[in-house]
Protein backbone atom coordinates (compact mmCIF):
# COMPACT_ATOMS: atom_id res chain seq x y z
CA UNK A 1 0.00 0.00 0.00
CA UNK A 2 2.56 2.54 0.93
CA UNK A 3 4.05 1.99 -2.73
CA UNK A 4 0.79 2.87 -4.10
CA UNK A 5 0.48 6.16 -1.79
CA UNK A 6 4.13 7.40 -2.42
CA UNK A 7 3.33 6.82 -6.45
CA UNK A 8 -0.11 8.78 -5.89
CA UNK A 9 2.44 11.47 -4.24
CA UNK A 10 4.95 11.67 -6.81
CA UNK A 11 2.60 11.95 -9.64
CA UNK A 12 0.48 15.14 -7.59
CA UNK A 13 3.66 16.80 -6.86
CA UNK A 14 4.89 16.50 -10.63
CA UNK A 15 1.27 17.16 -12.04
CA UNK A 16 0.93 20.17 -9.79
CA UNK A 17 4.09 21.87 -10.95
CA UNK A 18 3.55 21.14 -14.58
CA UNK A 19 0.46 22.51 -14.60
CA UNK A 20 1.22 25.95 -13.22
CA UNK A 21 -0.43 25.26 -10.14
CA UNK A 22 2.71 25.41 -7.49
CA UNK A 23 6.18 26.88 -7.64
CA UNK A 24 8.83 24.72 -7.29
CA UNK A 25 9.01 24.25 -3.27
CA UNK A 26 5.13 25.25 -2.46
CA UNK A 27 2.12 23.72 -1.74
CA UNK A 28 1.45 20.45 0.64
CA UNK A 29 -0.62 17.57 0.00
CA UNK A 30 -1.39 14.38 2.35
CA UNK A 31 -3.86 11.56 3.46
CA UNK A 32 -4.88 10.98 6.08
CA UNK A 33 -3.14 7.20 7.95
CA UNK A 34 -4.76 5.45 11.06
CA UNK A 35 -2.37 7.62 13.86
CA UNK A 36 -2.74 11.08 12.06
CA UNK A 37 -1.76 12.19 8.45
CA UNK A 38 1.16 11.60 5.94
CA UNK A 39 2.24 15.11 4.40
CA UNK A 40 4.93 16.48 2.38
CA UNK A 41 7.55 18.14 4.57
CA UNK A 42 8.42 22.06 3.96
CA UNK A 43 10.55 23.17 1.43
CA UNK A 44 11.09 20.73 -0.85
CA UNK A 45 10.65 20.17 -4.60
CA UNK A 46 7.60 18.76 -4.90
CA UNK A 47 8.45 18.01 -9.11
CA UNK A 48 10.62 15.57 -7.23
CA UNK A 49 9.86 13.92 -4.32
CA UNK A 50 11.68 11.20 -2.56
CA UNK A 51 9.63 8.86 -0.01
CA UNK A 52 12.26 10.94 2.30
CA UNK A 53 10.31 13.83 1.46
CA UNK A 54 6.85 12.66 3.39
CA UNK A 55 6.66 12.64 6.93
CA UNK A 56 3.52 11.35 9.42
CA UNK A 57 1.72 14.15 11.54
CA UNK A 58 0.11 12.91 14.46
CA UNK A 59 -3.77 14.29 14.86
CA UNK A 60 -2.88 15.33 18.89
CA UNK A 61 0.18 16.40 20.37
CA UNK A 62 2.88 18.62 18.56
CA UNK A 63 3.42 18.41 14.80
CA UNK A 64 7.32 17.33 14.36
CA UNK A 65 9.98 19.56 13.07
CA UNK A 66 10.37 19.38 8.83
CA UNK A 67 6.69 19.29 8.38
CA UNK A 68 4.47 21.45 6.22
CA UNK A 69 3.93 24.96 7.45
CA UNK A 70 0.38 24.13 6.55
CA UNK A 71 0.12 21.38 9.04
CA UNK A 72 -1.74 22.66 11.41
CA UNK A 73 -4.05 23.18 8.87
CA UNK A 74 -4.41 19.60 7.27
CA UNK A 75 -4.69 18.20 10.93
CA UNK A 76 -7.93 20.41 11.50
CA UNK A 77 -9.43 19.40 8.38
CA UNK A 78 -9.16 15.86 9.32
CA UNK A 79 -10.41 16.41 12.67
CA UNK A 80 -13.75 18.29 11.32
CA UNK A 81 -14.22 16.13 8.37
CA UNK A 82 -14.24 12.99 6.92
CA UNK A 83 -11.24 13.77 4.27
CA UNK A 84 -9.09 10.86 3.13
CA UNK A 85 -6.72 13.48 1.36
CA UNK A 86 -6.21 17.15 1.15
CA UNK A 87 -4.43 19.35 -1.72
CA UNK A 88 -3.26 22.65 -0.96
CA UNK A 89 -1.91 24.91 -4.10
CA UNK A 90 -1.75 28.34 -5.49
CA UNK A 91 -3.65 28.57 -9.00
CA UNK A 92 -2.74 31.26 -10.12
CA UNK A 93 -6.18 32.27 -11.67
CA UNK A 94 -8.14 31.40 -8.70
CA UNK A 95 -6.02 33.29 -6.48
CA UNK A 96 -6.25 36.21 -8.60
CA UNK A 97 -9.88 35.76 -8.60
CA UNK A 98 -10.03 35.73 -4.88
CA UNK A 99 -8.51 39.54 -4.28
CA UNK A 100 -12.30 40.77 -5.87
CA UNK A 101 -14.95 37.66 -5.17
CA UNK A 102 -16.43 36.44 -2.07
CA UNK A 103 -17.01 33.40 -3.79
CA UNK A 104 -16.78 31.29 -7.54
CA UNK A 105 -19.55 30.01 -9.26
CA UNK A 106 -18.45 28.19 -12.60
CA UNK A 107 -19.68 28.95 -15.63
CA UNK A 108 -18.69 25.61 -16.92
CA UNK A 109 -20.31 22.58 -16.87
CA UNK A 110 -17.73 20.12 -15.32
CA UNK A 111 -17.55 23.29 -12.43
CA UNK A 112 -21.10 23.21 -12.21
CA UNK A 113 -21.03 19.57 -11.68
CA UNK A 114 -17.96 18.70 -9.10
CA UNK A 115 -17.71 22.55 -7.32
CA UNK A 116 -21.40 23.84 -7.36
CA UNK A 117 -19.72 27.00 -5.57
CA UNK A 118 -16.12 27.69 -4.13
CA UNK A 119 -16.07 29.72 -1.18
CA UNK A 120 -13.63 32.32 -0.27
CA UNK A 121 -12.22 32.81 2.74
CA UNK A 122 -11.38 35.61 4.53
CA UNK A 123 -9.79 35.20 7.77
CA UNK A 124 -7.49 37.89 9.80
CA UNK A 125 -4.30 35.38 9.27
CA UNK A 126 -4.42 33.26 5.89
CA UNK A 127 -1.68 30.93 6.37
CA UNK A 128 -0.63 28.34 8.94
CA UNK A 129 -2.47 29.34 12.09
CA UNK A 130 -5.56 28.32 13.99
CA UNK A 131 -7.97 30.77 12.76
CA UNK A 132 -6.58 29.96 8.79
CA UNK A 133 -6.97 26.43 9.92
CA UNK A 134 -11.09 26.35 11.55
CA UNK A 135 -12.30 28.83 8.29
CA UNK A 136 -10.50 25.87 6.09
CA UNK A 137 -12.01 23.08 8.03
CA UNK A 138 -15.27 24.16 8.27
CA UNK A 139 -15.81 25.59 4.52
CA UNK A 140 -14.88 22.15 3.64
CA UNK A 141 -17.22 20.16 5.67
CA UNK A 142 -19.81 21.41 3.03
CA UNK A 143 -17.92 22.22 -0.22
CA UNK A 144 -15.03 19.86 -1.53
CA UNK A 145 -12.89 23.20 -2.51
CA UNK A 146 -12.19 26.89 -1.38
CA UNK A 147 -9.65 29.43 -1.43
CA UNK A 148 -8.22 31.65 1.01
CA UNK A 149 -8.00 34.84 -0.38
CA UNK A 150 -4.88 36.44 -1.72
CA UNK A 151 -3.26 32.47 -0.77
CA UNK A 152 -4.14 29.47 -2.45
CA UNK A 153 -6.88 26.74 -2.06
CA UNK A 154 -7.33 23.49 -0.76
CA UNK A 155 -9.07 20.80 -1.87
CA UNK A 156 -10.77 17.61 -0.14
CA UNK A 157 -10.60 14.16 -1.65
CA UNK A 158 -13.22 11.29 0.06
CA UNK A 159 -12.50 8.20 -2.00
CA UNK A 160 -11.47 5.55 0.76
CA UNK A 161 -8.28 4.00 -0.78
CA UNK A 162 -5.72 7.08 0.24
CA UNK A 163 -4.20 7.00 -3.33
CA UNK A 164 -7.52 7.47 -4.93
CA UNK A 165 -8.51 10.09 -2.86
CA UNK A 166 -5.42 12.09 -3.27
CA UNK A 167 -5.58 11.81 -7.30
CA UNK A 168 -9.69 12.96 -6.36
CA UNK A 169 -8.45 16.00 -4.30
CA UNK A 170 -5.72 16.78 -7.19
CA UNK A 171 -8.64 16.65 -9.79
CA UNK A 172 -10.63 19.06 -7.92
CA UNK A 173 -7.75 21.71 -8.01
CA UNK A 174 -7.36 21.59 -11.78
CA UNK A 175 -11.09 21.55 -12.07
CA UNK A 176 -10.91 24.48 -9.75
CA UNK A 177 -8.17 26.53 -12.19
CA UNK A 178 -10.28 25.87 -15.37
CA UNK A 179 -13.52 27.03 -13.88
CA UNK A 180 -11.66 30.33 -12.78
CA UNK A 181 -9.97 30.75 -16.25
CA UNK A 182 -13.14 30.25 -17.93
CA UNK A 183 -14.75 32.73 -15.53
CA UNK A 184 -11.78 35.32 -15.83
CA UNK A 185 -12.06 35.72 -19.75
CA UNK A 186 -16.27 35.78 -19.79
CA UNK A 187 -15.45 38.43 -17.08
CA UNK A 188 -12.83 40.03 -19.84
CA UNK A 189 -15.35 40.11 -22.37
CA UNK A 190 -17.79 42.10 -19.78
CA UNK A 191 -20.27 39.53 -19.51
CA UNK A 192 -19.56 38.41 -15.74
Same mark, same amino acid.
Given at each position: ????????????????????????????????????????????????????? !?? #? /? &???? %????? $??? =????????????????????????????????????????????? !?? #? /? &???? %????? $??? =????????????????????????????????????????????? !?? #???????????????
Amino acid at each position: MLARVFTAFRQVGEDLFRQRLISATAGNFSVRTKEGFLITKSGVQKAHLTPED !LL #E /V &PLEG %PIPEG $ASV =ESVIHREVYRRTGAQALVHAHPRVAVALSLELDRILPLDLEGQYY !LK #E /V &PVLA %PKTVS $ATE =EAALSVAEALARHPVCLLRGHGAFALGSKEKPEEALLQAYSLMTT !LE #ESAEILLYRRLWGRG
